[in-house]
């Protein structure tokens, strides 16, 4: 017996879609049939991992988060249409039981959604939570929090240059001098420093922390932490006195919407499906965002997927339905949110969140508040 054989493998941020041997597998499994065993196939269909439950891979050294698609490159893809891998799957099937299967059901079509716009912005700055004081930077697990965002804020005296060096970063953080974007640290690409600059006496810092995926397997599994990790120095120096904000991203409805926005920001829009087969989205060029009421995120099958991000909701329901979605983007944009009929159409480089609700779409972004019903 084979409990569990592999017929793909996940896609990690900045690795291209995983491309598996179909002939060889399809080899494999006419032998293991020939001998009368019995196989499980992992995966036969993966779909989407939704909420923040993509995971990740570690060895202890490097870091493989996993994008919310859960492809796999499996015999029926990520929206459970068949692939090539699936028929040559049915058909050795078929020859080595002797069983005829029933014919295959036709894919649904795929539908456009009309270009539609941003009709409100709100920023992050102006709708933080309380924060939690410390000397040095709080994980996410000290302060309750499982998932989302943690906010790093400090002061830091001036003028000074220097790399902003940090222990350990779980796992992606954007650095922000005055409210303005100074870069990013990376741990998927093994990152702990950034240079930064600033000419005033006194400087606001904050570090915008992503958890990008929980390592899910392995040995690492139990020293895991999310956040600023062993401390953080700049030019030398040791930082404390910091105000941690936990931004779990459970719901909107406390949002305060008010234009304009720089920096990290919330955006809300509508748009009316008049028919639901299976839509696919193909975003406006976005740094990087969410939509969602519960964080639900997925990345769309077929593409190459790096770290730069962007998003557009896709939804797919039993009726027609206005929907509304918000989203976190840290660039402002004044470009429509389009839609195509194909997924390979698709910009690389991008990652999609969705959320399935009966009639709407909205984001997950406030920061403590119960999610909506």
Same mark, same amino acid.
């Given at each position: 017996?084979?409990?569990?054989?592999?017929?793909?493998?996940?896609?990690?941020?900045? @690795?291209?879609?995983?491309?598996?041997?179909?002939?060889?597998?399809?080899?494999?499994?006419?032998?293991?049939?020939?001998?009368?065993?019995?196989?499980?196939?992992?995966?036969?269909?993966?779909?989407?991992? $939704? !909420?923040?439950?993509?995971? @990740?891979?570690?060895?202890?050294?490097?870091?493989?988060?996993?994008?919310?698609?859960?492809?796999?490159?499996?015999?029926?893809?990520?929206? !459970?249409?068949?692939?090539?891998?699936?028929?040559?799957?049915?058909?050795?099937?078929?020859?080595?039981?002797?069983?005829?299967?029933?014919?295959?059901?036709?894919?649904? +079509?795929?539908?456009?959604?009309? @270009?539609?716009?941003?009709?409100?912005?709100?920023?992050?700055?102006?709708?933080?939570?309380?924060?939690?004081?410390?000397?040095?930077?709080?994980?996410?697990?000290?302060?309750?929090?499982?998932?989302?965002?943690?906010?790093?804020?400090?002061?830091?005296?001036?003028?000074? *240059?220097?790399?902003?060096?940090?222990?350990?970063?779980?796992?992606?953080?954007?650095?922000?001098?005055?409210?303005?974007?100074?870069?990013?640290?990376? &741990?998927?690409?093994?990152?702990?420093?950034?240079?930064?600059? /600033?000419?005033?006496?006194?400087?606001?810092?904050?570090?915008?922390?992503?958890?990008?995926?929980?390592?899910? $397997?392995?040995?690492?599994?139990?020293?895991?932490?999310? !956040?600023?990790?062993?401390?953080?120095?700049? +030019?030398?120096?040791?930082? /404390? !006195?910091?105000?941690?904000?936990?931004?779990?991203?459970?719901?909107?409805?406390?949002?305060?919407?008010?234009?304009?926005?720089?920096?990290?920001?919330?955006?809300?829009? /509508? $748009?009316?499906?008049?028919?639901?087969?299976?839509?696919? *989205?193909?975003?406006?060029?976005?740094?990087?965002?969410?939509?969602?009421?519960?964080? +639900?995120?997925?990345? @769309?099958?077929?593409?190459?997927? &790096?770290?730069?991000?962007?998003?557009?909701?896709?939804?797919?329901?039993?009726?027609?339905?206005?929907?509304?979605?918000?989203?976190?983007?840290?660039?402002?944009?004044?470009?429509?949110?389009?839609?195509?009929?194909?997924?390979?159409?698709?910009?690389?480089?991008?990652?999609?969140?969705?959320?399935?609700?009966? *009639?709407?779409?909205?984001?997950?972004?406030?920061?403590?508040?119960?999610?909506?019903?």
């Amino acid at each position: 017996m084979n409990g569990e054989y592999w017929d793909g493998w996940f896609d990690h941020w900045g @690795a291209p879609h995983a491309h598996t041997n179909p002939q060889q597998q399809a080899g494999d499994l006419d032998w293991i049939l020939r001998q009368g065993y019995s196989i499980s196939i992992y995966m036969f269909h993966g779909g989407t991992s $939704f !909420g923040w439950m993509n995971g @990740a891979n570690s060895n202890g050294k490097n870091y493989e988060p996993d994008v919310t698609s859960y492809d796999y490159d499996a015999a029926l893809d990520e929206s !459970g249409h068949p692939t090539p891998k699936y028929f040559l799957f049915r058909d050795v099937i078929a020859r080595d039981t002797g069983v005829t299967p029933p014919p295959v059901p036709a894919a649904p +079509a795929a539908i456009a959604i009309p @270009a539609f716009t941003m009709d409100r912005v709100a920023s992050l700055w102006d709708n933080l939570p309380p924060p939690v004081h410390s000397q040095q930077p709080l994980t996410m697990e000290a302060m309750d929090q499982s998932y989302g965002y943690v906010l790093y804020r400090t002061t830091i005296d001036g003028p000074i *240059s220097g790399d902003l060096a940090i222990g350990a970063v779980h796992d992606y953080a954007q650095v922000y001098i005055d409210g303005k974007l100074a870069g990013a640290i990376d &741990r998927r690409l093994n990152q702990t420093s950034l240079p930064v600059h /600033t000419d005033r006496p006194r400087a606001r810092l904050d570090i915008l922390l992503e958890n990008t995926g929980r390592v899910n $397997f392995g040995s690492a599994l139990p020293g895991e932490r999310v !956040g600023l990790l062993n401390g953080v120095t700049l +030019a030398g120096h040791p930082l /404390t !006195g910091w105000d941690n904000y936990s931004l779990p991203m459970l719901s909107s409805g406390t949002l305060r919407w008010r234009p304009p926005c720089q920096g990290p920001c919330f955006y809300h829009a /509508t $748009f009316t499906v008049d028919t639901l087969p299976t839509p696919s *989205s193909t975003p406006a060029n976005w740094a990087k965002a969410w939509s969602g009421s519960t964080a +639900a995120r997925s990345a @769309a099958s077929g593409m190459s997927v &790096r770290k730069k991000r962007s998003t557009c909701p896709r939804h797919s329901s039993s009726r027609a339905a206005t929907k509304s979605f918000s989203s976190i983007s840290t660039a402002s944009r004044d470009e429509p949110c389009k839609a195509s009929t194909t997924p390979s159409s698709m910009p690389r480089f991008q990652k999609i969140h969705e959320s399935r609700t009966q *009639s709407r779409i909205v984001n997950p972004t406030a920061l403590g508040a119960q999610e909506e019903p």
